[in-house]
């Protein structure tokens, strides 16, 4: 792929998309902080990181410990900011690294543009999904299907967001997710029929983060020559 002349493999508001498909919780995490780095100096342009992950309870900076003592699933501590949540097979996680420009530097502004994707993606379907005051997340009636917990180093940021299509709930049982009664935790599904695949969903969050952060994905790439001795193949 090409890199510019500032090192970058995109310019600034050009948005990366890396699909990884189904990735335990710790390589992903690890990448991210490569991807702060290297976004720091100047090395890469924006990444937006697409995957799900094996069940795992992440533990945001304002966790209370009781929240989590009955929980058997592995836990890990992690930089963001909110409280505990889970990962696992059926939902779609996100994780943005952005290097916000300064006319967008306010961590509550970054939160609701945030919710402000996945309430775009909902409307896709026909799904009127809200916001709750002084909560961060997204709702559908009463209940929440998508949690956002974020961490910002100097304007770059990361971490992300995780919506429910098609968890097992049950997993959230074993805690008080995101401080709050495991009941209100719903599935997309709940409300909507699904898509055979999560892509669509993933297509819809490039597409919104795109559209609320100002960005754009890169040119499709030309198709490479023919080979020696092979005859091009030309439409129509």
Request: aromatic content about 6%; charged content about 25%; hydrophobic content about 40%.
């Amino acid at each position: 792929m090409e890199t510019h002349e500032s090192g970058k493999r995109y310019p600034d508001g050009v948005l990366e998309v890396r699909r990884l498909q189904r990735t335990p919780f710790a390589e992903v995490h690890e990448l991210q902080r490569a991807l702060v780095e290297q976004r720091l100096r100047g090395e890469v342009g924006d990444v937006l990181l697409l995957v799900e992950h094996e069940p795992v309870i992440t533990l945001g900076r304002g966790t209370e410990r009781g929240d989590v003592a009955a929980a058997q699933l592995p836990i890990v501590e992690v930089e963001r900011g909110g409280e505990a949540t889970y990962h696992g097979p059926g939902q779609l996680v996100a994780y943005q690294i952005l290097l916000l420009p300064e006319d967008r530097r306010d961590l509550h502004r970054y939160l609701r543009d945030l919710e402000e994707v996945v309430l775009r993606v909902l409307a896709e379907f026909d799904v009127v999904g809200t916001r709750r005051p002084g909560l961060t997340g997204v709702w559908i009636g009463d209940r929440k299907v998508c949690s956002i917990g974020v961490s910002v180093r100097r304007w770059v940021t990361w971490h992300g967001l995780a919506l429910n299509l098609d968890v097992d709930l049950a997993h959230f049982a074993q805690f008080r997710p995101c401080g709050l009664d495991a009941a209100v935790m719903a599935n997309v599904r709940d409300f909507v029929e699904l898509p055979p695949t999560r892509l669509l969903y993933e297509v819809l969050v490039v597409k919104h983060l795109c559209e609320v952060f100002g960005l754009e994905l890169p040119p499709i790439p030309p198709p490479p020559p023919p080979a020696p001795g092979e005859l091009p193949i030309y439409p129509g």
